[in-house]
């Protein structure tokens, strides 16, 4: 083949300078001549080569106009000589002519035309004995269709063309999907094309099918049909290659997106909608093929469908909601697994709805709730203990081992030592197994994530359970009791209530007694430390530092919002957290994450509700008012897809579920002012809301803040846009504790004396002091943001570590406050300001004092 390139090459660059309507000095030039010289075999080789060689230049005439004319002379000699070789008794194969039949369909008819020929091409290679196979006279009849319908002279190719079928051919399904950059697309026409010819026709006539996705979710006569097709198939075909094609919609198109209009939009990430379809339908499909692995490959693809695209929203929820729904038929513990994994990853608010719909259906099928469902249906991943697992793989035991929230595999050998790596016999004789188990730790990983959220949201439900099923479904689960045995429960026999936490094989109490438990008849709760007194709270800290009990998020640590005389004297709303400035995408992530309802603000003639939080159980709903900042279109306050850039914030109120919600004009102004709701329901009273409901909304909202606020962020010392902020920044930066901020400064009492830099911190006011050999620095522990002494010149650290690295390791009693990490990490960096090397702190640290 190398020769022929090379001669189809030297053919190319020797005519493209002649014209082409000098046909025959093209021909008679000898690199033409070369190439008719040929072989016949191989001149059937230069005709598929052509065939590739004008794919590729197609693709060519997408170039700039300077670089249009070489590939423009290229088309058209291929033309030419592609004439020349179809004239001539070749022995073509089926899979050429196929090439041709796919080239020809591009060609037009100007110039030279190899369509006159094909016609007769294909009767030679009929009466030669040979059997056109089934996608051949596909794509012949595709070509009869289309020239059917030309003019006089393409009629006349394809009356040619249809001698050879004859008057009982038939077209094939049509294959919807076409290689667009795709890369699940790409990779399911490569199959296609590698399969035989039953096994092709059965795929596409089973796309073609999953196509036809209606609206909704399939009907029985659509199931029924695909069921016929998938036993065409065969289950474990249609198994195998879904397993493969799903995984690859997670990857980025490869195409290159000219449109102007949406230039900055992550369109690599949307399908075309022929392709949407059929994903939709074989998601629908999958349902009807019972395997676990599959399952699980739904299960990810509708996490990766709901994946928001900036200006757009999510990328296929049509594709989500079809996994959603295959789950749902599928039913079994590995979907049930995947749904309630969904339902904390996916936080769109058309797949939660989609979610709780199918967990609704599975709970009425076997007569429980859906919590009670999410509960019942946290897989084991084979774990045979709570975090552990142990299974022999010929001379070695591979080792499961759960610490905090990342599953570890490690293995012991012969001799009984433990290793780390996977030794090579493992490797060569249990690869499979290996694969499953690391697939299995990776799901694992994520199920802890997903339940450390669904416990961490619990408190709000007030839930209670039988003695038994709380050991069954937490503290003796597998996976669940990662986590349950790092808190705090609330244990009831007989009207009294009993705090207790595990501890060295046993439920103890908070002085380390064991508690005795009558299984029968003892109730359990998760524990909160707003129905503690303070004295009590203050001794599970205690605790949770002596015995070293890292707890999965803040319990014995919650911050707990009291109602204050201000909030008494407003009676209706909370002004605890106005007068913010929020940065408006991380504020709707977060509302997200924390199950609150936020609609993205743009600045456009348009309302919208604030930010709310639906409390069933109480009968409430949590309001948060915010309006977006800004009043005219400037990239410092919208960014291109017209969104605003920041919030600022306002009250806090409370109304029953049931009523209307307010709205406010997206440009400002008081909510339900001229939008219709001026007779919508009072808000509540904020002195009649749960003190536990009041908490933990104003926890909630304090993060936001806390997290989303402006004054976190180093790069706004200098007061944002035009320095309209500089005021906000400076009060936030380096203003009063609040809750948050407030629970650090605690724990960073009983950290300090353990840390290796204990002689050179201390903790003042709302700063940790810390003194360099350098300069001595304040950190805030509110924002993190730093100011050296003594003249309280502000230090800017953009990039600080964002946590503490492992030489420095210290315990901290719960996961999850970030900025507590790296305020420590500032500080031991700070200790040693004579190590630091890099430039932009140096430079700060040792400008002179002013």
Known sequence: ???????????????????????????????????????????????????????????????????????LADRVNIKLILASLLRRKLPFTDSVLRQVATVLAQLSSWGSCPQAYFGTTVSRYQKSGKELSPRLIDACAKLIKQWGNGNPEQKKWAAKLRDPLG??????????????????????????????????????????????????????????????????????????????????????STAEDSDEET????????????????LKGLAW?????????????????????????????????RVGNACVWALGHIGSDCALAHLALMKTKVKFGTAQKSIQKALVKLAAQINVTTDELEEMSVPEYGLTEVGGYQEQLGEYTAVVTVIDKKPTLSFINPKGKAIKSVPAAVRADYGEELKELRASLKDLEKMISAQRERLDNIFLLEKSWSYSIWSER???????????????????????????????GGLKDINGVEVDIDINNTTVQIWHPINSEADVVMEWRRFLFEYMIQQPFKQAHREVYLLTDAEKNTEIYSNRFASHILKQHQFSSLCAI?????????????????????????????????????????????????????????????????????????????????????????????????????????????????????????????????????????????????????????????????????????????????????????????SGNILMTPNDQYLCIVKAPSRVSSKNIVFLPFSGDDKLSVILSKAFMLADDDKIKDSTILSQINRDFV
Not at 217 to 227: I, V
Not at 232 to 240: E, K, L, M, P, R
């Open 474 to 504: 937490y503290l003796n689960h597998p996976v669940v009791g990662i986590l349950a045995r790092r808190l705090i429960w609330t244990l009831t026999l007989d009207g009294k209530m009993t705090e207790a936490i595990w501890l060295e």
């Open 594 to 782: 924390r199950g609150w309802k936020n609609k993205l603000r743009m600045m456009v003639d348009d309302c919208y509700p604030p930010a709310y939080k639906e409390l069933p159980n109480y009968g409430l709903r949590a309001e948060f008012w915010i309006e977006g900042i800004g009043d005219d279109w400037h990239e410092d306050y919208v960014v291109d897809s017209g969104a605003y850039r920041y919030l600022s914030t306002d009250q806090v109120r409370f109304y029953k579920i049931d009523s209307p919600l307010l709205y406010a004009h997206a440009c400002g102004g008081s909510y339900g002012q001229g939008w219709g709701n001026e007779t919508s329901e009072a808000p509540l009273d904020i002195e009649d809301i749960p003190p536990l409901v009041l908490s933990e909304i104003l926890r909630d909202v304090d993060l936001f803040v806390g997290v989303t606020s402006v004054g976190n962020d180093p790069n706004w010392s200098d007061g944002g846009p035009n320095g309209s902020f500089q005021n906000y920044w400076n009060e936030q930066s380096f203003g009063n504790l609040g809750e948050t901020a407030e629970m650090r400064k605690e724990i960073l009492q009983h950290l300090l004396p353990k840390l290796k830099i204990a002689d050179r911190c201390e903790l003042e006011g709302k700063f940790l002091k810390v003194k360099g050999s350098i300069r001595s620095y304040k950190i805030h522990l509110g």
């Open 263 to 278: 230039y900055y939009l992550d369109s690599s990430l949307l399908f075309c909608e022929p392709h949407l379809a059929v």
């Open 285 to 317: 499909t999958a349902a009807l093929v019972a395997n676990d692995e599959l399952t699980r490959v739904i299960g990810e693809a509708g996490i990766s469908s709901y994946k928001k695209v900036p200006g757009i929203g999510a990328r296929a929820t």
């Open 167 to 252: 008057d009982d051919f038939k077209e094939l399904p049509k294959n919807p999907i076409n290689k667009n950059g795709e890369v699940f697309a790409e990779a399911l026409l490569d199959d296609l094309e590698e399969m035989n010819d039953t096994s092709h026709i059965q795929w596409v006539t089973l796309i073609d099918h999953a196509s036809d996705s209606q609206p909704g979710s399939p009907t029985k006569k659509w199931l029924r049909t695909a069921e016929k097709h998938i036993d065409a198939i065969g289950q474990q075909s249609v198994c195998n290659n879904l397993i493969k094609w799903f995984p690859l919609i997670d990857k980025p």
């Open 1 to 71: 083949m190398c020769k022929i390139e090379n001669l189809l090459e030297q053919y190319l660059r020797s005519v493209e300078n002649i014209s082409p309507h000098d046909s025959e000095r093209i021909t008679s030039h000898p690199s033409c001549k070369a190439l008719l010289d040929l072989p016949p075999s191989e001149q059937v080789e230069l005709t598929s080569l052509l065939c590739q060689h004008y794919d590729s230049i197609s693709k060519a005439m997408e170039l700039p106009e300077s670089k249009r004319a070489a590939a």
